[in-house]
């Protein structure tokens, strides 16, 4: 490595430091809202310090569980060769241009269209752009999460996105979609989703991939660096992240 290297790399680190960063991961602790068919997330204390002399806890949960991404092969038979270890370790690390619609007090059911996308990059100036990752605040975390015995009214009901609000982000060749939802694009109205047309035709069988359960959107600017990798499964339907936003100050 040469000197110019050292030095691209110090200023690299420098305007990161310089940026304020959001962290989009939901805690992951026992009662947290999951997909009504996913096995519930168990974190024992299986090890402690009376008793082993260390502290290591066991940990049981989906490929789906918290902030997490889909890959194809998650709900398309077809594709069972674009599994989440087929895609490159920095493949969601990207910027990002985020839609926020967290003011409209969005119900089940309600959909967002691709003139309401157009009309919040018009409000913005912000576009996403091909390589990139749209991110869709529907204002839903940040309203209904919760861990206790409620906490299920999330995933039962979400918004969503229509038909041509899914292929508007196909159009612009993004990388990911990412969504505060359970479901992305699916609305969901008393535990019966509705069309999930993200999923089976426009992102999903286009190698775009679904991240779900991003929380702290409110925080993003409408432009940012986003981070995130997922575990390297073998053959994973998808995985967990830990995803964060580099945000200008």
């Not at 024992?44 to 194809?72: F, N, R």
């Amino acid at each position: 490595m040469d000197t110019a290297d050292v030095v691209g790399i110090d200023r690299i680190l420098a305007g990161l430091k310089r940026m304020r960063v959001v962290d989009l991961a939901p805690l992951l602790e026992r009662g947290i809202p999951r997909w009504p068919t996913h096995p519930h997330l168990t974190i024992d204390k299986a090890v402690t310090h009376d008793h082993d002399g260390y502290y290591c806890q066991a940990i049981m949960m989906a490929e789906h569980t918290g902030a997490h991404v889909d890959a194809p092969a998650h709900v398309l038979p077809h594709r069972m060769d674009r599994t989440i270890d087929t895609f490159p370790a920095d493949h969601l690390i990207s910027a990002a241009v985020l839609y926020d619609f967290s003011k409209l007090d969005l119900k089940p059911g309600h959909l967002i269209t691709a003139d309401d996308l157009r009309k919040a990059e018009n409000a913005t100036g912000v576009k996403v752009k091909a390589g990139e990752i749209a991110m869709v605040n529907y204002g839903w975390m940040s309203r209904y999460w919760r861990t206790d015995s409620k906490a299920q009214w999330y995933v039962m009901n979400a918004p969503g996105m229509s038909e041509d609000a899914c292929e508007f982000f196909r159009e612009r060749q993004v990388k990911a979609v990412a969504t505060d939802t359970v479901a992305a694009e699916t609305a969901i109205i008393d535990g019966v989703p509705q069309n999930n047309p993200g999923h089976m035709k426009s992102w999903l069988p286009n190698d775009i991939l679904i991240i779900e359960m991003l929380r702290n959107l409110e925080q993003v600017t409408p432009r940012s660096l986003f981070v995130a990798m997922p575990l390297n499964i073998h053959e994973g339907s998808g995985s967990p992240i830990r995803p964060f936003a580099y945000c200008p100050t």
